[in-house]
C-alpha cells in the first residue's frame, strides 16, 4: 500500500512538472499516459483499500451493523485505542461491497478456501446484496448456518418484522441467530439441498436430523416450509412423529410462519407461537420447536409445552441445550468424502 502511495506522488508530481513544460514544449501524449497510469494505481489503491478492510473484518469476525451498534453503545470508546481506530478506519473506506463476495453458501467458499470455520459474507443470487453468515466448516464441511441455539441470552420470542430479517449475535462461534427468512428464503432456493439439524441435551448426549431439499417459499406466501426425505437418529419431529393424529395435529410440512404477532397456524383457538414463545412454523401446534423458549437444565413444566423441543428424540417436555440448523448442497464431497456429515 506504501509503495502504492509514493507511487502515485511521484506520478502527480511528474505530471505536474510536465503541465508547466507544455506551454514551452509539446508533452502531451507523455502527460495522457501519466494520467492513465496515475487513474489505474488510484483504482489499485482502492481495490487494496477494500482488501484489507475484508480481512481485518473476517479476521476479527466483525459484521457490519455489530461493529456500527458497539460504537454506538460505547461512544466514549472513541480515544484512540486500536479497537476504535479500527472501526473509524473501515466507516472512512469507499463502498467496495461487491467486490470480494465469491460465493453464495459457505459450500462454494468451502471448495474454494477450506477456511476454518467463523462468520463469512455470502451472497446467494446476483441481485441480491451480500450478508454475514456463519460457515461451519467442521462436521466434513461447508454447512451454512442458519439457526444457532447455545446459551438462551438471546430472546427468540420476536415479532414477524425480526424473524423476517434475521436477529441475534453475529460475532462468536457460540453466538446466538435465526439468519433471517428472507436471507433463507434465497440460501435454500439454490438447487438440491441437505439440511443437518444437530442437537444436544443437558448431559451432552448429541442426536441429529437430516432433510433433503428444505424449502421456504417467499414473503407473500409467509415463509411456508416445504422438505422431502427425513434421515438420522433424533427422529422425524418435522413431521410430528408416528401416528396420524400426531401428524394432523404437528406435522410442519406445508405450514406458513408464525409469529406473536401474526397467526398462520391451524389452531383455530389460539395463536401456537403466542403460547410456545417463539416464532416457527406451526400447525396445531408442533412437535419440534427449536425456536423455543429457553429452558436450564432440560425438563421443565409450564402452561405448554413451549421449550427448545424435538418431540421423537426427548419429548415434548424437554428443553435442549444446543441446537443448530445449517445447509449444503445434497450434492457436497465434503472433508471426509463421504458427503453426508457425521452420521
Ligand atoms: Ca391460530
Same mark, same amino acid.
Given at each position: 500500500m506504501g509503495i502504492l502511495l509514493r507511487l502515485t506522488a511521484v506520478l502527480l508530481l511528474m505530471s505536474l512538472m510536465c503541465s508547466a513544460m507544455t506551454q514551452m514544449s509539446s508533452c502531451g501524449p507523455e502527460l495522457a499516459a501519466l494520467k492513465r497510469n496515475i487513474k489505474k494505481l488510484e483504482n489499485k489503491l482502492v481495490i487494496g483499500a477494500w482488501r484489507v478492510e475484508y480481512l481485518t473484518r473476517h479476521k476479527y469476525s466483525r459484521p457490519f451493523q455489530s461493529t456500527l451498534s458497539n460504537e454506538d453503545q460505547n461512544p466514549q470508546m472513541d480515544n484512540g485505542t486500536s479497537d476504535s481506530s479500527n472501526v473509524t478506519h473501515m466507516n472512512s473506506?469507499?463502498?467496495?461491497?461487491?467486490?470480494?463476495?465469491?460465493?453464495?453458501?459457505c459450500s462454494e467458499l468451502f471448495d474454494r478456501l477450506r477456511c476454518p470455520s467463523g462468520f463469512y459474507r455470502i451472497r446467494p443470487n446476483l441481485h441480491q446484496e451480500p450478508f454475514l453468515v456463519y460457515c461451519?466448516?467442521?462436521?466434513g464441511g461447508g454447512w451454512t448456518v442458519f439457526q444457532k441455539r447455545r446459551h438462551?441470552?438471546?430472546?427468540? /420470542?420476536?415479532?414477524w418484522v425480526d424473524y423476517r430479517d434475521g436477529f441475534g449475535d453475529f460475532k462468536l462461534w457460540n453466538d446466538e441467530f435465526w439468519l433471517g427468512n428472507e436471507h433463507m428464503h434465497s440460501l435454500l432456493s439454490e438447487g438440491k439441498n441437505l439440511v443437518k439439524i444437530d442437537l444436544m441435551d443437558w448431559d451432552g448426549q448429541r442426536s441429529h436430523a437430516f432433510y433433503e431439499n428444505f424449502r421456504i417459499t417467499d414473503e407473500s406466501d409467509k415463509y411456508r416450509l416445504q422438505y422431502g426425505m427425513y434421515s438420522g437418529r433424533a427422529g422425524d419431529a418435522l413431521t410430528g412423529g408416528g401416528g396420524m393424529v400426531e401428524q394432523w395435529s404437528s406435522c410442519l410440512s406445508g405450514m406458513q410462519f408464525s409469529t406473536r404477532d401474526q397467526d398462520n397456524d391451524?389452531?383455530?383457538?389460539?395463536s401456537c407461537a403466542q403460547e410456545n414463545k417463539a416464532g416457527w412454523w406451526f400447525n396445531r401446534c408442533h412437535a419440534a420447536n427449536l425456536n423455543g423458549k429457553f429452558y436450564r437444565n432440560g425438563i421443565y413444566t409450564g402452561?405448554?409445552? /413451549?421449550?427448545?423441543?424435538w418431540g421423537t428424540w426427548k419429548g415434548l417436555w424437554y428443553s435442549l441445550r444446543h441446537t443448530t440448523m445449517k445447509v449444503r448442497p445434497l450434492v457436497f464431497l465434503d472433508a471426509m468424502g463421504s458427503g453426508a456429515g457425521e452420521m
Open positions: 473506506l469507499p463502498p467496495a461491497g461487491s467486490l470480494m463476495v465469491h460465493d453464495k453458501d461451519d466448516m467442521e462436521d438462551g441470552r438471546v430472546d427468540f /420470542n420476536r415479532d391451524r389452531y383455530i383457538q389460539g402452561q405448554s409445552d /413451549n421449550g427448545v423441543v
